[in-house]
T-cell receptor, first 114, second 115 residues
Framework: DSGVTQTPKHLITATGQRVTLRCSPRSGDLSVYWYQQSLDQGLQFLIQYYNGEERAKGNILERFSAQQFPDLHSELNLSSLELGDSALYFC?????????????FGQGTRLTVV | AQKITQTQPGMFVQEKEAVTLDCTYDTSDQSYGLFWYKQPSSGEMIFLIYQGSYDEQNATEGRYSLNFQKARKSTNLVISASQLGDSAMYFCAMREVSGYSTLTFGKGTMLLVSP
């Protein structure tokens, strides 16, 4: 158990809908990262938060947004969903956002858009 | 250019044998970290081992060790005495100071361990 909790584990929704994925980082971790894993694109970095502030953005679509709350949990909002958004979405956390600390991953949320 | 390159889409190994999974990286940073993760069929990402750019010794963690060649920008994962449970996807990743230390992943290598 990595200590990172993601809910829900599975989500099936229709095109055009909006969903929210939730992540609770490991106790004490200030940095949260979101990744999307699909068969064709591999593991893509979406966005990083550090202690409530957005720190880095990757290949995140404008239809997607995220935030980190004062209690350090984070939410990833996906709207106007398309079939191509079907993927495994991971949240990861690390103590600080430095190059020499490992990041621990949650079990992922498998999103299926039908 | 790709930051992390894993050239082996798939590898086969027999139980109890050793296997090496290749990874090369590209960075102009002096400070960076290299990581390996395992993803079994169940989907979770499991951290295995870390090598820092300033580390002079190759990292080891149980049956996992790294062959870190800084000048060649490679960090190959060696799994000794393979077990059936080692069958999984293996990802090499890097965190750079200049990249806000986000993890950049390679495309992965699928390892299959046969009895």
């Amino acid at each position: 158990d990595s200590g990172v909790t993601q809910t829900p584990k599975h989500l099936i929704t229709a095109t055009g809908q909006r969903v929210t994925l939730r992540c609770s980082p490991r106790s004490g971790d200030l940095s949260v990262y979101w990744y999307q894993q699909s068969l064709d694109q591999g593991l893509q970095f979406l966005i990083q938060y550090y202690n409530g502030e957005e720190r880095a953005k990757g290949n995140i679509l404008e239809r997607f947004s995220a935030q980190q709350f004062p209690d350090l949990h984070s939410e990833l909002n996906l709207s106007s969903l398309e079939l191509g958004d079907s993927a495994l979405y991971f949240c990861a956390s690390s103590e600080v956002g430095s190059f020499n600390t490992e990041a621990f991953f949650g079990q992922g949320t498998r999103l299926t858009v039908v | 250019a790709q930051k992390i390159t894993q050239t082996q889409p798939g590898m086969f190994v027999q139980e109890k044998e050793a296997v090496t999974l290749d990874c090369t990286y590209d960075t102009s940073d002096q400070s960076y970290g290299l990581f390996w993760y395992k993803q079994p069929s169940s989907g979770e990402m499991i951290f295995l081992i870390y090598q820092g750019s300033y580390d002079e010794q190759n990292a080891t963690e149980g049956r996992y060790s790294l062959n870190f060649q800084k000048a060649r920008k490679s960090t190959n994962l060696v799994i000794s005495a393979s077990q059936l449970g080692d069958s999984a996807m293996y990802f090499c990743a890097m965190r750079e100071v200049s990249g806000y230390s986000t993890l950049t992943f390679g495309k992965g290598t699928m390892l299959l361990v046969s009895p």
